[in-house]
């Protein structure tokens, strides 16, 4: 994981996306919008997973308008930790921030985020959907799994499954990433020793384009990695030094 950062900038804003092809337009324009006047200097960072509808040339449309929008494309479709990562390598700012490309996570919930971060001096901050626009499956398997998930991993965090996050990029070099590894991002910092804390933030209906996970997929997948999660905690080293020790 490169550690370079570029201190001119303040916040890279990497966003996921597979197939997103009709919120891409609207997405952009809100967060330029909403970051425009936060008097932030920024990066939106926006990761094609492999896409089959035209993303890639709304992207690049995008990013030929605005030199804030920065496009990658993935040559097949690698799954979200996978595009999150090569967002993470990419960002240049001291601060990342994450979220999904659907329109369900509000851009104007960043700047509480970034002052929660640093008024509490955190280094991760999740955001937690206390009241969830989604189906009453989708609001039903994140309630399975953040119980099973939480039942093993004490992380303390209500909402693991809620990507819009924001953690200071320094951190990432002690995180170890396997694939579904996004889910457990709380769980990982802590590992590290990291400070971790959540917030409450806005969640709206999804009006276009399709959901990419199910009851099954989220919980099968939820309880593969949480073995390997488990794991890694067993076989952590804790090797802190006493006060005063060389």
């Not at 950062?5 to 092809?21: F, G, K, M, Q, R």
């Not at 200097?41 to 993303?55: K, Q, R, T």
């Amino acid at each position: 994981m490169t550690t370079n950062t570029n201190y001119n900038l303040d916040l890279s804003l990497v966003i996921p996306l597979h197939n997103e092809a009709e919120n891409l337009d609207a997405l952009v324009k809100e967060i330029l919008e909403v970051l425009n006047q936060s008097g932030l200097h920024y990066e939106v960072i926006l990761v094609n997973d492999g896409s089959a509808d035209p993303s890639a040339e709304i992207l690049n449309r995008l990013a030929g308008k605005s030199p804030l929008i920065r496009p990658i494309h993935l040559k097949k479709r690698a799954g979200q930790t996978a595009a999150l990562v090569a967002g993470f390598n990419a960002a240049e700012a001291p601060l990342i921030s994450m979220m999904d490309a659907d329109l369900q996570y509000d851009p104007r919930d960043i700047l509480p985020l970034i002052r929660f971060l640093q008024e509490n001096n955190l280094d991760l901050v999740c955001g937690w959907r206390r009241r969830r626009a989604d189906s009453l499956n989708r609001r039903l398997a994140s309630i399975i799994a953040n119980a099973v998930r939480n039942r093993f991993t004490h992380d303390g965090i209500h909402d693991t499954g809620c990507t819009l996050k924001i953690f200071r990029k320094g951190c990432l070099a002690k995180i170890k990433f396997f694939d579904g590894m996004h889910r457990f991002l709380p769980v990982l910092f802590q590992m590290e020793g990291f400070r971790v804390g959540e917030m409450r933030v806005n969640h709206r209906p999804r009006l276009k384009g399709k959901t990419k996970y199910t009851i099954l997929n989220r919980l099968l997948g939820s309880l593969y990695d949480l073995w390997a999660v488990q794991w890694m905690k067993c076989r952590h080293l804790h090797n802190k030094l006493r006060d005063g020790s060389q």
